[in-house]
């Protein structure tokens, strides 16, 4: 009977949190909406790797450490509550519902799991509005530096990242970044704001997040994800020396150790130097590269960077009149 009272008294918070959702989600793609352009078709052997990673010329970027590059931030803000998530926390507190929970590390991994179900089944609104519920009890606060707490923040970031609210996801996965690098869910909420750069086209507040990790003791995929995206930026911004330069910094353990070395590539054809370009371009074509990369570090991009890079290489061959090399290569 107690059950079935709660459950009543829940539904109208649970409509107004779906609400209130819809109301960020509406938000983050409205922000969206405003940043991105859709990009121009371009020749094969000079289509840089990713459509979706591929950022319009006139976008601007900033540099991570030393050498910063001049850009015309957005001053949209990156808070987590807006007026609707406010008023559903509020409602929440009147009834005290939050007061009658208690919450512990099983509580939160029980509801964790929960989400995970109602994600499988398509509910995104549910999910975000319970991992709402869940991050901004004030209970939270107890746990929000345990393994359970970073799971927590970094599944609401992630839950709200797909669906368009890139602004209050970006807000929740900052919370992560100054702990320590070697932390599961800091990793992961690195490699969760890298794909938010990308896909939003907007790499330099991205970047200005990404000062709050530690410089010290990175893991090597991290530090290939700032490094690829300042090259990015660097490119961008009309800098090959400096976008050149990132890109060396990119190791192989990074998912993106193939773009950069792509684009650094790239970056040697147009200053000239074709043999080097040829070179950079023969370590993404290589056929065994796949065994090698592919199974551990590289996502599902790195076989259409390695197709770009072959017909990268059919293109230098035949600008130098290397005809059967060029239909090799083809």
Known sequence: MRDRKKARAMRPILALSIAAVGTMVAAGAAAQGTTRKPSK?????????GATEAPTPKATAVSRA??????????????????AMAAYNKALAERRLEA???????VIRERLLEAQELSGAGRRDEVIANLVRLVESPRFADYADSEEGH?????????????????????????LLPISPSDTYARRAVRRLAEIAIDTENIAPILEDLRAVPAAGQPPETRG????LNGRARQLSGDP?????FFAEVGIESRFWAQS???????????????????????VADPGRADKTAPFFADEKFFAVRDLARLALGRVAHEQFRFDDSRYYY
């Open 41 to 49: 078709a371009v020749p094969a052997a000079t289509t840089r790797p």
């Open 66 to 83: 030393t050498e910063p590059v001049a850009t015309e931030q957005r001053s949209t803000s990156t808070d987590t509550r807006s007026g």
């Open 100 to 106: 009658s929970s208690a919450l512990s590390p099983l």
């Open 151 to 175: 799971a927590a923040t970094y599944a609401l970031g992630d839950a709200l990242a797909s669906a368009g609210a890139h602004e209050p996801a970006r807000g929740y996965l900052k919370r």
């Open 225 to 228: 994800e700032i490094a690829y």
């Open 241 to 245: 020396d400096g976008a050149f330069k």
């Open 261 to 283: 070395v792509y684009l650094s590539g790239m970056i040697e054809v147009e200053r000239g130097r074709m043999k080097e370009g040829e070179n950079l371009f023969c370590k």
